[in-house]
């Protein structure tokens, strides 16, 4: 039985591809296992697929000081010789990375036990850990085009992003169930991440009184950002996390609130919904995501709201313009050509592995 390595973790936008692949693989056979950190998002999310997982040390690569680099390099050295050792007993024939910090120990030590490594890049701009990772790969799978100018060239492949089979098959009436709404009002669905967003979180809440007249809320508000007070509010459903759920939450929504991480906006994409971004801004991090934002209004899928312009008065105005061109947006993003990843990934790893 061929055996397959997937590794991926720090935020769920560095495990959800994974979990699109995981199914496939085990239809056509693969013995598939996981390497992550020993505590972070992947391992809840892994374990609950029953796929062997194993949590290796983990540290993250900062470059701003904190008090933690002083001990994370012990944690990567010690991260490494794990995924050495494990690579060395599971004998994989080729292992998968979606990037993150505990993936750069894990394909470097695939590297050195001479294992075919995959990596997949979701983002514009490859992020840190990717970059480092890249000199050990055979492949590098990107999402956006505009990324292969970034990669060594002869490595470079545009497969876009893997997504979920299971957000094809959701059920608008299942997702109005779930939230008990019983009108007709549009919905209007807000996911900060798979982390939460408590910016957006803020201003969507004080926007609520404008807002609740003219629509029913979805909001992902990420975890431990419920707001207790506003639990039995009439049309406004608040959810931490959704795994099961979510399928259902899109099928009902008529229009979309988000972050711009990569694998939110492909799914919205490929889900064709109206939608308003409000990425990250450069200030909490190395800016993939506004330019993951601007590359989507370019190509007519997307309105974008700047963090820097979100106020209340903002936020409502893009709402009710985005709502009111929905079509336009529609049948923009009917036009792309973007298309789920997964049957090209799948076809490089059955090239690309040893056996
Ligand atoms: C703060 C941070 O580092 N953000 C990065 C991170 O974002 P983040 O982890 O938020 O990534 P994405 O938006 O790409 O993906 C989130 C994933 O989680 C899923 N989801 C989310 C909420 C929920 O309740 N249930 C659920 O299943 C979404 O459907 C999606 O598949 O990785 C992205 C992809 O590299 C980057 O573009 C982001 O800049």
């Avoid at 299971?166 to 299942?174: D, M, N, T």
């Avoid at 801004?281 to 993951?292: E, Y």
Wanted: proline letters at 5%; hydrophobic letters at 40%.
């Amino acid at each position: 039985m061929k055996r397959i390595i997937l590794t991926g973790g720090g935020t769920a936008g560095h495990v959800t591809p994974n979990l699109a692949l995981i199914p496939k693989l085990q239809k056509e056979g693969w013995d598939v296992r996981y390497i992550g950190s020993k505590t972070g998002i992947e391992r809840e999310l892994i374990e609950e697929q029953k796929i062997p997982y194993y949590g290796i040390s983990s540290g993250k690569l900062r470059r701003y000081k904190d008090i933690k680099n002083l001990t994370d390099p012990f944690k990567v050295l010690a991260g490494g010789a794990e995924a050495l050792a494990l690579i060395g007993k599971l004998k994989p024939d080729i292992i998968f990375s979606k990037g993150g910090y505990v993936t750069v120990p894990v394909v470097a030590a695939g590297w050195l036990r001479r294992v075919p490594v995959i990596i997949h890049e979701s983002d514009i701009t490859p992020g840190l850990a990717n970059k480092l990772a890249f000199p050990f790969a055979k492949k590098i799978c990107v999402n956006f085009p505009e990324t292969l100018n970034y990669i060594p060239k002869e490595k470079g492949i545009l497969t876009g992003t893997p997504i979920r089979e299971e957000l094809f098959q959701g059920k608008a009436e299942k997702g109005l169930k779930l939230c008990g709404f019983n009108d007709t009002k549009p919905i209007l669905m807000m996911m900060g991440g798979s982390l939460g967003s408590v910016a957006i979180n803020t201003v969507l809440r004080k926007a609520l009184p404008a807002l609740l007249p003219a629509f029913n809320i979805i909001h992902i508000c990420g975890k431990n950002n419920k707001d207790e007070s506003l639990e039995n509010t009439r049309g406004y459903k608040q959810f931490e996390y959704v795994k099961e759920e979510l399928p259902h939450l899109f099928a009902a929504a008529d229009i979309f609130i988000s972050r711009a991480g990569a694998n939110s906006i492909a799914e919205i994409l490929s889900m064709k919904k109206p939608n308003i971004l409000i990425p990250l801004s450069a200030r909490a991090s190395r800016g993939d995501q506004i330019l993951n934002a601007r590359s989507f209004k370019k190509q007519g899928f997307s309105q974008v709201l700047e963090e820097e312009n979100l106020t209340e008065e903002t936020l409502i105005q893009m709402i009710k313009d985005t709502y009111r061109n929905r079509h336009q947006y529609i049948e923009s993003m009917g036009k792309s050509k973007s298309a789920n990843g997964i049957d090209i990934v799948m076809d490089l790893i059955r090239t690309q592995a040893k056996r």
